[in-house]
C-alpha cells in the first residue's frame, strides 16, 4: 500500500543512492500511484547541524534520539489511510447491544473508552467506506 525509502542523509552518496532505488522501483513496473505516494524519510539528521531536508515532502528523523518520528507516524497513517479507502472514527456504541463486537469483526478497534454511567463506549476504529456504511443501516442510533 505504501512505499517508505529511508535514506542516510550522512551518507556522501546519499543523492545517488536516491536516483539508484527510484531507478530500480521504476523497473520493477510498480503502479504509478505507489511510487507518487512514497515517503521519503531523511534519517541521521542530528549529524548535521540544523539540517533541513531540501527536497519537496522530504520528512527529516533521527531513529536514534526519536527526533521527528511522531510526525513519520502520522504521515505513514495518512497515507495509508488514503490509499486503502479507510478513516479512522470514533463511535458511541451501546455495551449491552452487539455493536462492539461488529466492530471487532468488521474493522481495526484502537482504543474502547467505558462511560460506566450510561452502559456505553466510545470506540475508535479504522473503518472502510462499505463497512461503515453497514454499520450505520445496522445500527442506525
Known amino acids: 500500500d505504501l512505499i517508505v525509502h529511508v535514506r542516510d542523509i550522512t551518507h556522501p552518496e546519499t543523492i545517488l543512492q536516491k536516483a539508484t532505488v527510484l531507478s530500480v522501483l521504476k523497473n520493477l513496473n510498480l503502479p504509478s500511484h505507489l511510487l507518487d505516494s ?3 524519510v ?3 539528521v542530528d549529524l548535521i547541524e540544523r539540517y533541513k531536508p531540501t527536497e519537496e515532502n522530504a520528512l527529516a528523523i533521527s531513529a536514534l534520539h526519536g ?6 507516524k502520522e504521515e505513514i497513517e495518512k497515507k495509508i489511510l488514503t490509499a486503502t479507502g479507510k478513516k479512522i472514527l470514533t463511535v458511541n456504541v451501546n455495551l449491552e447491544g ?3 463486537s461488529w466492530l471487532y469483526k468488521e474493522a481495526t478497534v ?3 473508552e467505558v462511560v460506566p454511567e450510561d452502559g ?3 470506540v475508535k476504529v479504522i473503518i472502510g467506506n462499505s ?3 453497514r454499520y450505520k ?3 442506525p442510533n
Open 131 to 133: 463497512a461503515f456504511g
Open 120 to 122: 456505553t463506549a466510545r
Open 38 to 40: 512514497m515517503v521519503e
Open 110 to 112: 484502537q482504543e474502547v
Open 98 to 100: 452487539p455493536q462492539l
Open 137 to 139: 443501516n445496522l445500527f
Open 67 to 72: 527526533h521527528g518520528l511522531e510526525e513519520l
Open 42 to 44: 531523511h534519517n541521521k
